[in-house]
Nanobody, 121 residues
């Protein structure tokens, strides 16, 4: 059983930056692809970014390309999401998810509890 704990969310002005962290425990971290998803009020949860188990493959939603960067530190069992040039439409609860496979799937095996990101205009 893998536990995922997100941190780093908060309130920031448009154009600002935040760095989200997802700390994993309870499993062999290098077996898991990890991704970030978000859910805004009244909207469905959507994919944001993912990184393969080795860290060699990264993917991004079109809406965040060029502004968000995903990375992982397998020695620390942690995945990061650096968020720059934030926009009000980035406001959402951000969830970390893990899939026991090299590449993230649409149905991750584990989810974190989420961290709120609010971008003011």
């Amino acid at each position: 059983q893998v536990q995922l704990v997100e941190s780093g969310g908060g309130l920031v002005q448009a154009g600002g930056s935040l760095r989200l962290s997802c700390a994993a425990s309870g499993g062999t971290f290098t077996w898991y692809a990890v991704g970030w998803f978000r859910q805004a009020p009244g909207k469905a949860r959507e994919f944001v970014s993912a990184i393969s188990s080795s860290g060699g493959t990264k993917s991004y939603a079109d809406s965040v390309k060029g502004r968000l960067t995903i990375s992982r530190d397998n020695a620390k069992n942690t995945v990061f999401l650096q968020m720059n040039s934030l926009k009000p439409e980035d406001t959402a609860i951000y969830y970390c998810a893990a899939a026991r496979r090299p590449i993230m799937s649409n149905n991750p095996d584990y989810w974190g509890q989420g961290t709120q990101v609010t971008v003011s205009s």
